[in-house]
């Protein structure tokens, strides 16, 4: 059962400077990156069949991009490179009051269309995932991403969302992106959010109360990540916490994507009526699951490095 993952596959450039400025930072680490990017090389690397649409320049870094996603067995038929627009780079700084310095030179990422995507066989696909962090800034990809979903929302997939909210790119926006991303929360079966993200989509004070609009508000069974604390788990408007793994973090890069990953992989194990059929324990243990790959993630410097070792006892 294939999942499609669409959206950003980019370059992040992170300084290695401890607590530098970019404008004063000299060192640099070359990371492929994006969470559509990443969600679907945790998917491959779980085992299952996952293709990735998304558009990189047709120079070094979306060689890169592509070769990397090849390795963990990702299809790449879908990923497209254009000549015209060089490989979306982010650059990024951690500095000493936990604030990032932040340059997002975008380029071909955003420049994925309809007419790119439009050969895409639904009937080859089980789930798709929308987790894109930039699909809802203004250019191609946006008009690409909800064209999909409206496809999808016609047929018996699995839709699945993760808005991926970043401050740096909506700074401005607040309120398109809140708008867009219900679009997205109305109509598809599965979402993640942190819990930064469901204050901000709800104008909630709480975590509870955020989880009540969004029970109230869609149909989705859906998780808000709440990191060491856990994840809540709302099936059916029913609350329930799914513990967090006990770890030694090194990086928490990639492991919402991780977590996304894995429950994607395991759903794409069952068939819809099995799925539709789940009550909270079924889900629990899919959720609990998710947890254990985002903390397996966490022990390791960089997400694809970590993704090298995801399956190692998840699914015990």
Not at 64 to 88: A, C, E, H, I, P
Not at 93 to 114: K, P, T, Y
Not at 128 to 153: N, V
Request: with cysteine; charged share 20%; aromatic share 10%.
């Amino acid at each position: 059962m294939k999942i499609l993952c669409i959206g950003e596959a980019l370059i992040d450039m992170i300084c290695t400077d401890n607590a530098s400025s970019l404008a004063n930072g000299e060192h640099f680490l070359k990371k492929p990156g994006g969470a559509p990017t990443n969600v679907a090389a945790a998917i491959a690397a779980l085992g299952g069949e996952v293709l990735l649409a998304a558009k990189v320049g047709d120079d070094p870094f979306g060689n890169q991009l592509v070769n990397v996603m090849k390795d963990f067995g990702v299809s790449t038929v879908w990923m497209v490179r254009d000549r015209n627009y060089f490989t979306t780079i982010a650059f990024v700084s951690l500095m000493h009051d936990g604030e990032r310095d932040f340059v997002f030179n975008r380029g071909a990422d955003g420049q994925l269309s309809i007419e790119d995507i439009d050969g895409i066989d639904l009937d080859e696909c089980f789930i798709i995932h929308f987790g894109s962090a930039t699909a809802f800034l203004p250019g191609p990809l946006q008009a690409a991403y909800t064209s999909l979903l409206d496809k999808a929302r016609n047929t018996n997939k699995i839709i699945s969302f993760d808005p991926n909210y970043r401050q740096l790119l909506f700074s401005h926006d607040h309120q398109g992106f809140i708008q867009q991303s219900w679009n997205f929360l109305k109509q598809c079966h599965f979402f993640k959010v942190s819990d930064e993200e469901a204050m901000l989509l709800t104008h909630s004070s709480s975590i509870n109360e955020a989880a009540t609009i969004f029970a109230n508000h869609t149909t989705a069974t859906f998780a808000i990540t709440l990191g060491k604390e856990g994840t809540m788990l709302v099936h059916r408007g029913q609350k329930t916490m799914v513990p967090s793994i006990a770890v030694k973090p090194v990086d928490t890069t990639g492991a919402g994507d991780a977590f996304v990953g894995a429950v994607l992989y395991q759903l794409s194990k069952l068939s819809l009526p099995v799925i539709e059929a789940m009550n909270t324990e079924d889900w629990r243990t899919i959720i609990y699951n998710g947890n254990k790959a985002g903390a397996r993630t966490c022990e390791y410097h960089g997400a694809m490095e970590a993704f090298k070792n995801l399956s190692e006892g998840i699914f015990e």
